[in-house]
């Protein structure tokens, strides 16, 4: 097996920021291989929201924001689109200031400080909406980290990328949890623990059983209904 360093790993995904698929690429393996390397490694996956965000802009934008300016400058000046801006300003907890504020002109630098201070005051702790240690946010960790992505792999290449439902292959796949993924912790990340649905199947399973304490009598339920569907077809 190749030897990859942390060093190399760490210039082409933290330096270059490439994603994953394209490191596979360049280092001429799959993706599973540079997960795998990159784990043992210690480096840290970026989180999905970060792969799609430019986190340049977000300081840029911020610092704009924070200073008075508004999203109409901001997304001209910048030359980006307002929604942009918007969502950016959103996801750090900014409140979107709109037409009045900007009315009082003048008044906006002597209470520039103040309304600064007051931002950052906002930001800190349980009022920041980005608080990270919620229980959705502990899940929407663990479904970015390595395990959770090493595990989907396996449960899609068991099942050959076929829906276990339907027998459809490839397409939207989605890793479901036999024994329910809050209530069975130990079994998180265990392949036998895992079946492929595609979206669809995914949906109308949870639409049938729920989304808490899934179990694998469901799963036999759910895709035994399937086979003698089928096999009615083929008699
Ligand atoms: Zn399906
Ligand atoms: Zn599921």
Not at 18 to 36: F, G, H, K, S
Request: aromatic share 8%; proline share 2%.
């Amino acid at each position: 097996m190749k030897h990859y360093s942390k060093k190399m790993l760490e210039g082409l995904y933290v330096g270059e920021r490439l994603p994953i698929a394209q490191m596979a690429l360049r280092l001429e393996c799959t993706p599973l291989t540079v997960m795998r390397h990159m784990r043992k490694c210690g480096i840290v996956a970026r989180s999905a929201s970060e792969t799609s965000r430019r986190s340049c802009d977000c300081v840029e934008i911020l610092r704009r924001y924070d200073s008075g300016e508004s999203v109409s400058s901001i997304a001209k000046q910048m030359k980006i689109g307002r929604r942009r801006v918007i969502s950016r300003l959103k996801e750090h907890g900014r409140k979107i200031r709109h037409g009045a504020f900007y009315l009082v002109g003048k008044k906006r630098a002597e209470r520039g400080l103040e309304w600064r201070k007051n931002i950052s005051l906002a930001k800190v702790g349980l009022k920041n909406p980005n608080w990270a240690g919620g229980k959705k946010e502990e899940n929407r960790r663990i479904r970015a980290s390595f395990e959770f992505k090493i595990w989907r792999e396996e449960v899609f290449g068991r099942d050959d990328w076929m829906c276990q439902k339907c027998n459809v292959r490839g397409g939207r796949l989605h890793p479901h949890h036999i024994e329910n993924f809050c209530s069975v912790v130990e079994k998180r990340f265990e392949v036998e623990n895992g079946i492929t649905f595609c979206e669809d199947c995914h949906k109308e399973f949870h639409r049938r059983f729920g989304r808490k304490g899934n179990n694998s009598e469901q799963v036999m339920e759910f895709c035994d209904e399937s086979h003698k569907h089928q096999k009615r077809l083929a008699a």
